[in-house]
């Protein structure tokens, strides 16, 4: 079992920064794939940005030259670094693993609130 817990969220006014990081623990396959979905009300979940085990990233046109996504594989670390942060980034962003070995694993942080406004 795999245990994922975010932290960083909060208000923050537009053009603001905030850097999201989500820690691991239990027993992961090496080679993973770690990221970062968030869900506005009223919408479905979306896609923030993923990264590889190998440090392949992959970025949402909507973000793409605001946020970095990096990871510490030592630490089982995600982070998201959110910079021109616009009031449309507010969501509940989710933390994500998954990887396939001897079967398809999928695992969720609980969550954590993004706000942006003045």
């Known amino acids: 079992q795999v245990r994922l817990v975010e932290s960083g969220g909060g208000l923050v006014q537009p053009g603001g920064s905030l850097r999201l990081s989500c820690a691991a623990s239990?027993?992961?396959?090496?080679?993973?794939?770690m990221g970062w979905y968030r869900q506005a009300p009223g919408k479905q979940r979306e896609l923030v940005a993923t990264?590889?085990?190998?440090?392949?990233?992959n970025y949402a046109d909507s973000v793409k030259g605001r946020f970095t996504i990096s990871r510490d594989n030592a630490k089982n670390t995600v982070y998201l670094q959110m910079n021109s942060l616009k009031p449309e980034d507010t969501a509940v962003y989710y933390c994500?693993?998954?990887?396939?070995?001897?079967?398809?694993?999928?695992?969720w942080g609980q969550g954590t609130q993004v706000t942006v406004s003045s």
């Open positions: 239990g027993t992961m396959f090496r080679r993973n794939v």
């Open positions: 994500n693993v998954h990887w396939s070995w001897l079967g398809e694993y999928d695992y």
């Open positions: 990264i590889s085990s190998g440090d392949r990233t």
